[in-house]
């Protein structure tokens, strides 16, 4: 088989609804950026795959069988590690966890240290967060493995776009034209920068909202529209996207309590009503309810905030797979995908 | 003490300070120049050195922003090594800045630092003193005992003074001492946790930003001190258009106020940042293409006084880290006459004089110190530059210990064919074809000693050390 770029389309009688491409041209996926747009699209047809094998009653497949990922996290993570982990077990691969307080981090080694020793046992995938942005560059030039950036400081997560994507694709049927307004703390959002860069690939329109001094400098030259007026982000918006105000990365006074962030910026259920009558509301998570969103709309009707969660691991399931057609990328067909019961992609 | 005569023959002569830009001979007797003119008669002893064809005469280059290491942090660079870096590049005199450990706030460091240049009998070495005790930037530094050990300057290197009473007894103090006050002009308020230019590719790339407005603030407070005290105060490695409106508006109205800029701030971008490159990180930041262009226009009108080359050697295991926990700093000592010359000189920006003037003349100057110029009774500090040579930028050929370079793998037009300290060769580029004439002057005594030649005796009125 021919590596390709093209987007899958789906062959009806695929069991899967996978077509022949299975990788992508990097090696390692540290931004949204390094991604094409056919090869967003291709991410997002295969997790549509990888969410019907979640629904199966033996929800894994061997397609990674025989492939070592490190998820190696040196800031604390639930969601994203969990999904991550899931999403390795499903494919089959063997999975280990390094967390940065229980590893020799503590003891003083840096990072290029660790990722070398981690190098040396040959693993095939790292799965790495770090609070430093370009963690992940300094992994790809040390590391043979593919990297996979699961957030590094404020700069990406491209896996959390990747989700936020697929989510709303499902929802609205595409990206093409769509309002979507993301507000709250975009300055030390990495979930922001991502979103922003695959959103405008997706043909979205992007609106960033927040307070001045949580804004990006030049974004207008990004292509996105900026107000510091929720009332003005909300209007006829088809997305609201609320971004957690991390507290944890402020040094200083970015706003001057959070009971005046959330009457400016909090989501509440009267401002909702400003939006798009089918509009979706979604948070990358973890919530301040009360400070960014009210409960009411985090567990209202429009929230699609669990379907994020529950996507996740379809998400990484796909890209997972797809990074590991691409290191193993002269095997024909990349890795398997079938349950080894009749499923037989042999000779493609 | 030798009476050996060497004459440069007929090369072009570049020397910003008498004016002359032309075709002449150089006359070297004991170290200085006695005499620059169109055939000069000489008598049959004397080495003839026939400066090779398309080659530039002239006077040796002083940086006077350089960072040794020496005392405290060998493994990154010595005086010995960065001397060897600074001929290799060019240079005849460096001043090495105080951040050492301990800090150069006492004689007995400037001492130390003057006897391994003494013993290296390569760059002249220049110490420049601490402002403050330790940097701390509380009290006052032994100011006038730095001077007398031999320092040229002061300043509190990479930190800012940051209190206005204490600058301002600092300016008055040194210009006592005759010394200016070199001073990192940043407001650290607005840079705290900063590791690059405060604009769109940091935004993008989720890098916490240090605004230009922080470094011209600080010197809007420097130039306001200068015209009140009516001291001389030099800022470092200017990065941002602001700070040189702030310069240009001190000037006009008479301010002893003077400036230079990096090879490294007239070349490079934020752009430069897209691969967290750690070797494209220093202080202040690489800052946006609207900056460096008001930089080369600084260069042009006479703003910026001179270029430096802030050489800040890093271990290697400072570099290879997280962006935002990596060293600042890059070298270039053994980069800055090939940059400046493709991108300054012949990419149309400068003339080659100017560039001569801003890298000789202006610093040497500045920093109160001999050479800078090509006339009689002058020491025979000598730069010959190769304009046209073909130079491609490789780390791990330089004299310096460290590799910290933005410029590694580049192809320039340019560089040095020779360099003489006190009338003797400290460094042949072999590469130039027949620079190895300059091999005729190597020898240790045609220079009157290592001392002469290594800055054992940099000021009048300075104890010689060894
Ligand atoms: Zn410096």
Redesign the interface.
């Known amino acids: 088989m021919a590596p390709t770029a093209e987007p899958s389309r789906r062959a009806p009688d695929s069991p899967l609804g996978l077509d022949a491409p299975v990788r992508l041209r990097t090696k390692d996926l540290l931004s949204i950026g390094d991604l094409s747009p056919d090869e967003i699209l291709l991410i997002l047809d295969t997790a549509e795959a990888m969410k019907e094998v979640g629904t199966r009653s033996i929800k894994k497949v061997p397609a990674l069988r025989g492939h070592t990922v490190v998820n190696l996290f040196f800031e604390p993570s639930t969601r994203t590690r969990t999904s991550f982990e899931i999403a390795e077990k499903r494919l089959s691969a063997d999975t280990v966890n390094v967390a940065a307080s229980g590893s020799s981090v503590s003891k003083g080694e840096?990072?290029?240290d660790t990722l070398r020793n981690l190098e040396a046992m040959s693993p095939d995938m790292i799965v790495l967060r770090?609070a430093?942005?370009?963690?992940g560059?300094?992994a790809a030039r040390l590391c043979g493995a593919c990297i996979i950036n699961a957030g590094?400081?404020?700069?990406?997560h491209p896996t959390q776009a990747l989700v936020d994507a697929f989510t709303i694709r499902e929802r609205k049927g595409g990206l093409a034209g769509l309002r979507v307004s993301i507000i709250g703390d975009l300055l030390h959002s990495?979930v922001f920068?991502s979103n922003l860069r695959l959103l405008r690939v997706l043909g979205a329109q992007v609106c960033a909202c927040g307070p001045a001094t949580l804004m990006?400098?030049?974004m207008e030259?990004?292509g996105v529209r900026a107000t510091t007026s929720v009332d003005d982000a909300v209007a006829g918006a088809d997305v609201i996207m609320l971004l957690r105000v991390q507290l944890e990365r402020m040094?200083?006074h970015f706003f001057p309590s959070r009971r005046e962030y959330f009457q400016r910026f909090g989501m509440t259920m009267a401002r909702l009503r400003r939006a798009a009558p089918d509009a979706v509301v979604m948070h990358p998570g973890p919530m301040n309810r009360g400070v960014e969103i009210a409960s009411e709309v985090a567990d209202g009707s429009r929230s699609v905030i669990l379907e994020q969660v529950a996507n996740g691991v379809a998400v990484r399931m796909a890209v997972l797979y797809l990074l590991a057609g691409s290191r193993r990328g002269a095997a024909p067909g990349g890795p398997a995908l079938d349950g080894g019961s009749g499923w037989d992609r042999a000779g493609e | 003490m030798s009476e050996r005569t060497t004459i440069l023959r007929g090369g072009r002569v570049v020397d910003p300070a008498s004016g002359r830009d032309g075709v002449a001979d150089v006359l070297i007797r004991d170290g200085r120049v006695v005499r620059v003119g169109p055939g000069l008669e000489v008598e049959s002893e004397a080495a003839v050195i026939d400066v090779p064809g398309g080659c530039v005469v002239c006077p040796g280059f002083v940086d006077m922003h350089a960072h040794l290491r020496e005392p405290g942090a060998e493994h990154k660079e010595t005086v010995a090594t960065g001397a060897a870096a600074a001929v290799a590049g060019g240079f005849t005199a460096v001043a090495c800045m105080p951040d050492t450990e301990p800090a150069n706030d006492e004689a007995g460091v400037t001492g130390l630092i003057l006897a391994r240049a003494a013993e290296a009998g390569l760059a002249r070495v220049y110490p420049i003193g601490a402002v403050t005790r330790g940097r701390a930037g509380r009290q006052l530094a032994a100011i006038g005992e730095l001077r007398d050990a031999g320092c040229v300057a002061v300043s509190d290197a990479g930190r800012p003074v940051a209190d206005a009473i204490l600058m301002r007894r600092a300016l008055e103090y040194a210009a006592m001492c005759g010394m200016p006050v070199i001073d990192h002009c940043e407001e650290t308020a607005l840079t705290?946790?900063g590791v690059a230019h405060?604009?769109?590719a940091a935004?993008?790339?989720?890098?916490?930003g240090m605004p230009a407005a922080a470094e011209e603030i600080h010197a809007g407070r420097d130039v306001a001190l200068s015209g009140l005290t009516g001291a001389p105060v030099h800022l470092a490695h200017v990065s941002a258009r602001g700070t040189l409106r702030v310069v240009r508006s001190g000037k006009a109205r008479g301010v002893p106020v003077t400036c230079e800029v990096t090879p490294h701030h007239l070349t490079l971008t934020d752009e430069r940042l897209a691969?967290?490159d750690t070797n494209c990180k220093m202080n202040p930041p690489l800052r946006g293409a609207a900056d460096v262009e008001a930089l080369v226009d600084g260069l042009a009108d006479g703003t910026i006084d001179c270029v430096a080359t802030d050489h800040a050697p890093r271990h290697v295991?400072e570099k290879?880290?997280?962006?935002?926990?990596a060293a600042f700093g890059v070298v270039g000592l053994e980069t800055a006459v090939s940059v400046c010359l493709d991108r300054l000189v012949h990419a149309g920006h400068v003339s080659l004089s100017r560039l001569v003037g801003l890298l000789s003349a202006n610093p040497a100057r500045i920093l109160g110190v001999e050479g800078g110029a090509l006339t009689e009774g002058a020491p025979a500090d000598i730069t010959v530059l190769a304009p046209d040579l073909p130079v491609t930028v490789d780390a791990r050929g330089f004299r310096s210990l460290a590799r910290n370079t933005p410029f590694d793998g580049w192809s320039l037009r340019g560089g040095v064919a020779a360099t003489m300290v006190g009338g003797r060769t400290v460094y042949v580029n072999a590469s130039v074809r027949g620079a190895d004439a300059f091999g005729l002057a190597s020898g240790r005594a045609a220079a009157g000693g290592a001392d002469a030649a290594a800055g054992g005796d940099p000021r009048a009125g300075a104890p010689t050390r060894v």
Not at chain 1, 152 to 156: A, Q, V
Not at chain 2, 203 to 208: D, M, P, Q, T, V
């Open positions: 840096t990072l290029a770090h430093s942005a370009g963690a560059h300094l590094d400081g404020m700069h990406e990495r920068r990006l400098p030049d030259r990004l040094r200083g | 705290v946790d405060e604009g769109g935004a993008l790339l989720g890098l916490r691969e967290y295991d290879l880290a997280e962006f935002d926990r």
